[in-house]
């Protein structure tokens, strides 16, 4: 997946492209997936790289989601476990089964969550991945050793998936070109194109790599920017009002000694009603999350302190050891593109997570809201409206059964780092033969060999350090030090695969320094 070619194949494009996405996160890349392999002329233009946002800063779950059950919303449930059976067939070198213990401090807790998850399993039906059970105060223990074991009665174990959403989202990007669909990062939308009836025919974009501007004639126009989507809007119609609500969510990842074995916890009622994890991550624990009301979409949120409070506070309601601050290795934030309720007086947690697709008069179609796990449902929902209002043959959805790009379901997601390139692992291998200096590790903590900053940027369209360190490889996510200690031997890997100089790494560099003060505390 080059740049360069990809640049090629829309320079050479005459006719109007049949679907153009704007956006190239989780939902943007799902659309070019749906259009592509439809057969349909697709064609997705991210403006900064994908993932970048949202899609990127997830709590890395495929799941059903617990709390909605608890909330009533069964249809949403039932979607999304279908979803989760369907991303773990279809991607298994990126999606694995997780095992989640819920810990009882109340006597009443076993029963009310033990027949709740049993709910949880029969809703999965045949895409199952394994059945809940009760477990004595020693079984819990002796899976949660870190636990504290004050109070402490039983648990109840049931299963969830896990991923690595940067990884995922590449990963749909070469599926995407694996049907002829053409994805390119850094290249900004600025505005849209309508005929004489005010219908729109195509948008007016610029390549902020090389400057070059470009008009686009498109049949259907797909705005799936996130919590960014009311920017578009307002491209189409200036007055509209805004519909996305954004809510931060918050991070902390520590070291596994937090949490030394495979199974994860889950709190399914936090102090303010909230729902909180601790899960095990490429070798690290991630904690989280928070549920903040923001009044503006930002591209690099800032964690704030009472919501890093809170996190700590609460996982040290679970764990022998309290973390602190000096735990912390990494802390990321993100915005989820809620659709704004109706009326006022909703807290975040209760907006409904369900995913909408609106049509402006002018055929501008937008998806909002939904997350990572029902992203195939979003596109072929957006998909299925694109071919209404592009009046384009209709062609049935095939991503039910299509494996995403580079599957292989023979490799071990949790021993083995290179496993998320699936396939492409062994290329990667084939690569340090050919030149054994790529082998070399550059982080074992991260961890990174160079030659996966070759590959990344041969193969990945990587264009910055903060790609490569971010969404590559997630080490700015993982240990946020050791990604800067590492970042100007991966400049200059990068400054040389690119042709690059001095000046370059040093802009980088400094770009990098700044986006990383964020993810440290």
């Known amino acids: ?74 249809s949403l449930v039932l979607e999304a476990l279908k979803e989760r059976g369907l991303m773990i067939k279809n991607a298994p070198h990126l999606v694995k089964n997780q095992a989640f213990i819920i810990p009882n401090y109340e006597w009443w807790d076993g029963p009310f969550y033990q027949v709740g998850l049993k709910v949880y399993d029969l809703m999965s039906g045949k895409l199952g991945i394994g059945s809940s059970k009760k477990l004595s105060k020693e079984e819990t223990i002796g899976h949660i050793p870190t636990i504290d074991q004050k109070g402490l009665k039983g648990g109840v174990v049931y299963y969830d998936g896990q991923f690595d959403d940067a990884r995922m989202a590449l ?31 195509g948008l007016t974009a610029k390549d902020l790599e090389s400057g070059k501007e470009y008009s686009i004639d498109a049949r259907a126009v797909i705005n799936a920017t996130g919590v960014f989507a009311d920017r578009i809007k307002k491209m189409d119609e200036p007055e509209v009002k805004e519909m996305i609500q954004p809510s931060q969510g918050i991070h902390l990842v520590v070291s596994k000694e937090f949490l030394p074995d495979k199974y994860a916890i889950m709190v399914p009622h ?43 506070e609460t996982a040290g309601q679970y764990l022998v050891k309290q973390p602190t601050r000096a735990d912390v290795l990494a802390v990321f934030s993100g915005l989820r593109p809620l659709a704004k309720p109706e009326g006022d007086g909703k807290s975040t947690k209760e907006i409904s997570r369900h995913h909408k697709v609106m049509i402006s008069q002018s055929g501008l179609i937008t998806i909002i809201g939904g997350k990572w796990t029902t992203y195939r449902k ?38 083995d780092p290179l496993a998320v390139y699936g396939t492409e692992k062994y290329q990667l291998l084939e690569l340090e033969e050919e030149y054994p200096e790529l082998a070399e590790i550059l982080s074992d903590d991260i961890p990174l060999r160079k ?13 910055t350090v903060e790609d490569m360190l971010s969404r590559r490889v997630r080490g700015l996510f993982l240990n946020s030090g050791e990604a800067k ?26 770009a990098f320094e700044k986006v990383a003060s964020n993810y440290s505390i």
Not at 5 to 34: C, F, H, S, Y
Not at 503 to 509: A, E, G, K, N, T
């Open 1 to 74: 997946m080059r740049r360069e070619k990809m640049i090629k194949r829309l320079n050479k494009q005459k006719e109007p492209w049949d679907i153009v996405i704007i956006g190239g996160g989780a939902t943007g890349l799902g659309v070019a997936v749906d259009a592509a392999s439809r057969g349909y002329k697709t064609l997705l233009l991210e403006q900064h790289d994908f993932a970048k946002g949202t899609s990127s800063r997830s709590t890395k779950l495929v799941h059903g989601g617990v709390r909605y059950l608890q909330q009533g919303d069964i």
């Open 171 to 201: 990963s749909l990007a070469k599926t995407a070109k694996q049907f002829n669909g053409v994805v390119l990062n850094y290249f900004e939308v600025t505005g849209l194109k309508k005929n004489e009836e005010e219908i729109i025919c």
């Open 270 to 312: 936090t102090k303010d009603g909230r729902v909180m994890f601790a899960v095990p991550w490429h070798d690290k624990v991630v904690l989280g999350t928070t549920d903040t009301m923001k009044e503006k979409p930002e591209l690099e949120p800032k964690a704030q302190e009472e919501e890093i409070d809170f996190i700590l």
């Open 378 to 415: 979003m596109a072929e929902d957006t998909v299925d409206n694109a071919i209404l209002i592009g009046a384009l043959q209709e062609r049935k959805c095939i991503t039910h059964n299509l494996p995403i790009y580079g599957y292989d379901k023979n490799l071990d997601l949790t021993t």
């Open 451 to 463: 030659s996966q900053v070759v590959w990344a940027v041969r193969n990945e369209m990587a264009i």
């Open 485 to 510: 200690r590492v970042a100007p031997e991966v400049a200059a890997i990068m400054a040389e695969e690119l042709g690059k100089g001095k000046d370059w790494i040093d802009d980088q560099l400094a």
